[in-house]
């Protein structure tokens, strides 16, 4: 099968409009205590970027979008503070402790190997660095959503908090994750290998 993701990059284009203001101050003030300003962080399977975009200019920081699709990226928003790289999230092509902190937004499950991409934030964010993950339970219309992406070719593995905390501590994140609204939750972790 063929992932959905290059036919649609467009779409998620327009997509990244629903980030708002308030969001991106949301995830700023989580990394804030991690990622200084002048300071560098991954969004991980960032897609088009404008919400790492977002994030970086509240902290003042600079951020690398890193996805698997290059049309994707080929959407991110001209900036600065902004710079893309094409990578896989189980093999980042980046030295150990790069990053200051790693931003994950609904991206997590589509992720082919969970625990190796886990092993990777952890290998490039440095020692005391932040990692926010932000995903969904496998509950309710999530399940629903994770079988129409396994069908369009994509991996779609939702996991529960609690696995997911256990997933992070095993690769030396530790950290708790809080419900948000809609089925989905916010992890922030410390590296701290």
Not at 71 to 84: H, I, K, Y
Not at 88 to 105: I, Q, R, S, V, W
Not at 156 to 173: N, V
């Amino acid at each position: 099968m063929v992932s959905m993701f290059p036919w649609t990059a467009p779409l998620f284009r327009l997509a990244g409009r629903r980030w708002s203001e308030d969001d991106f101050r949301i995830l700023a003030e989580s990394l804030r205590q991690f990622v200084p300003v002048g300071g560098v962080f991954a969004d991980l399977g960032g897609g088009t970027g404008h919400l790492g975009a977002g994030v970086a200019r509240i902290l003042g920081a600079r951020v690398i979008v890193i996805d698997v699709v290059r049309q994707m990226l080929r959407w991110v928003p001209t900036d600065p503070l902004v710079s893309v790289r094409l990578a896989t999230a189980e093999a980042l092509p980046f030295p150990a402790a790069y990053f200051d902190g790693l931003l994950c937004c609904d991206a997590l499950h589509h992720f082919k190997d969970q625990e190796r991409a886990v092993q990777e934030m952890a290998r490039v964010v440095r020692p005391g660095g932040g990692v926010l993950v932000v995903d969904a339970e496998p509950t309710g219309l999530n399940r629903a959503v994770a079988v129409f992406e396994r069908f369009l070719g994509e991996p779609g593995a939702f996991r529960k908090t609690d696995d997911l905390c256990r997933l992070m501590e095993a690769y030396g994140i530790q950290g708790e994750a809080t419900a948000q609204r809609g089925g989905s939750y916010l992890f922030l972790g410390v590296v701290s290998k």
